[in-house]
């Protein structure tokens, strides 16, 4: 077992009483190294965005903000083990969905522990998805989340 994997087992034990059993590993701008970090983790990894894709095709758009977060729900619930993995995240943040990212993952996580890469920054107590005045960017200064930081 890798010192990657023993980490994230280590930090699966740590929050998997907490009410948030949720764990972000923020890439820090250090893609190739989430890439890497992700693939270690023996626990289901889903690709998000291709499954969302998938399931949003045939949503009308200006339905779409209403079932996204039950289409994550039902994915999450398909699989029985304890913590599940999601990367490739970053259709969450598309504004035509008008959706939490975070308040989505921190809701999913009471119910199932959530190993989540996320290709954002963390600086100052502030976790981060894409660059100020972008359309996606988003900003949290309160994260119910245990972070790994790359």
């Not at 190294?33 to 399931?55: A, C, D, H």
């Not at 913590?83 to 809701?107: G, M, R, S, V």
Request: glycine content about 6%.
């Amino acid at each position: 077992m890798s010192v990657d994997a023993l980490l994230i087992c280590e930090k699966i034990a740590e929050v998997a009483l907490r009410r948030h059993k949720l764990i972000i590993i923020c890439s820090n701008g250090n893609q190739a190294k989430m890439q890497g970090f992700i693939s270690t983790i023996e626990v289901p990894r889903i690709n998000l965005n291709l499954y969302l894709s998938k399931e949003l095709l045939e949503v009308p758009t200006g339905r779409r903000p209403l079932v996204v977060s039950g289409k994550v729900q039902d994915l999450v619930n398909t699989y029985q083990e304890e913590f599940i993995c999601l990367y490739n995240i970053e259709l969450l943040f598309h504004p035509d969905l008008k959706t939490n990212p975070l308040q989505l993952l921190e809701n999913i996580s009471r119910y199932k522990g959530l190993v989540v890469a996320w290709n954002g920054q963390y600086k100052d107590g502030i976790l981060t998805y894409g660059i100020l005045g972008h359309s996606e960017y988003q900003a949290y200064d309160e994260v119910h989340a245990e972070l790994i930081l790359l």
